[in-house]
């Protein structure tokens, strides 16, 4: 599975690449600090799942998911931030959002959260999973 990293922090990216890197049947294909680098990357590859961290500041998530998905119509997307309020995380996965993990659970739980959404399944922190 190709997966493409959005995110604007060096040592947290530099983290999440090591865990998926280490990780069987993953590959990190690029990276961006931004929204836009993002969608710039997918007119040209497309890749299968993009991690993008709440934290970039170049656009609002609603539009990048619908913007993502029209150059990329089958790309997953897993959001990762702080604490959400559940509604407005169902109204993301309702939108097409394939997962939603906090980012303290990144460095024990993102490659499972990554399996999971590929095998077709919705991933949520198990903090939120229990609202």
Same mark, same amino acid.
């Given at each position: 599975?190709?997966i493409?990293?959005?995110? +604007?922090?060096p040592?947290? @990216?530099?983290?999440?690449?090591?865990?998926v890197? &280490?990780?069987?049947?993953? =590959? $990190?294909?690029?990276?961006?600090?931004?929204?836009?680098?993002?969608?710039e990357?997918?007119?040209?590859?497309? $890749?299968? @799942?993009?991690?993008? +961290? +709440?934290k970039?500041? +170049?656009?609002?998530?609603?539009?990048?998911? =619908?913007?993502?998905? #029209?150059?990329?119509?089958? $790309? =997953?997307?897993? @959001? &990762?931030?702080?604490?959400k309020?559940?509604?407005?995380?169902?109204k993301?996965?309702?939108?097409g959002?394939?997962?939603? &993990?906090? #980012? /303290?659970?990144?460095?024990?739980?993102? $490659?499972?959260?990554?399996?999971?959404?590929?095998?077709?399944?919705?991933?949520?922190?198990? /903090?939120?999973?229990? #609202?």
């Amino acid at each position: 599975m190709d997966i493409f990293l959005t995110v +604007d922090h060096p040592m947290l @990216l530099g983290g999440l690449i090591s865990r998926v890197a &280490m990780a069987e049947g993953l =590959k $990190v294909v690029g990276s961006a600090s931004t929204a836009e680098g993002t969608l710039e990357w997918l007119q040209k590859h497309p $890749v299968d @799942l993009i991690v993008i +961290d +709440d934290k970039v500041p +170049d656009q609002e998530y609603h539009q990048f998911l =619908k913007a993502a998905q #029209r150059l990329c119509p089958h $790309v =997953k997307l897993l @959001l &990762m931030g702080q604490e959400k309020d559940p509604l407005e995380v169902e109204k993301l996965l309702a939108q097409g959002l394939s997962g939603y &993990m906090l #980012r /303290q659970d990144a460095h024990d739980r993102l $490659v499972a959260a990554i399996y999971a959404i590929g095998q077709g399944e919705r991933y949520l922190s198990p /903090q939120l999973q229990s #609202r």
